[in-house]
């Protein structure tokens, strides 16, 4: 049974970081992809960034570019995102996801945690 948990998410002020933290079971990332995706109120899902389970590259959406880093540790079947230098437009919840397919070309998610709130706000 595939459980997915997300964590770390919460009230930041503009500029500041948050790490995410994405604890998978009943799958491991060596042989998955793994990715973020964020829904905004009245916005559309996007896909934040993803680990390729092919190559093991990793994927952002150009809007995180430059301030997100992912990463996974394999031994605790966790993945990561720091999220630095956040901007008003970044307050979203969180999910971590298997993605259906491999990134970058991921043909949408199969299965995602709760999600985690990130609020942006001074």
């Known amino acids: 049974q595939v459980q997915i948990v997300e964590s770390g998410g919460g009230l930041v002020q503009p500029g500041g970081s948050l790490r995410l933290s994405c604890v998978v079971s009943?799958?491991?990332?060596?042989?998955?992809?793994i990715a973020w995706f964020r829904q905004a109120p009245g916005k559309e899902r996007e896909g934040v960034s993803c680990?390729?389970?092919?190559?093991?590259?990793?994927y952002y959406a150009d809007s995180v570019k430059g301030r997100f880093i992912m990463s996974k540790d394999v031994v605790a079947n966790t993945a990561y995102l720091q999220m630095n230098n956040l901007k008003a437009e970044d307050t979203a919840v969180y999910y971590c996801?298997?993605?259906?397919?491999?990134?970058?070309?991921?043909?949408?998610?199969?299965?995602w945690g709760q999600g985690t709130q990130v609020t942006v706000s001074s």
């Open positions: 996801a298997n993605p259906i397919g491999d990134c970058p070309d991921e043909a949408g998610y199969d299965y």
């Open positions: 680990i390729s389970f092919s190559d093991g590259a990793t």
């Open positions: 009943g799958f491991t990332l060596d042989y998955y992809a």
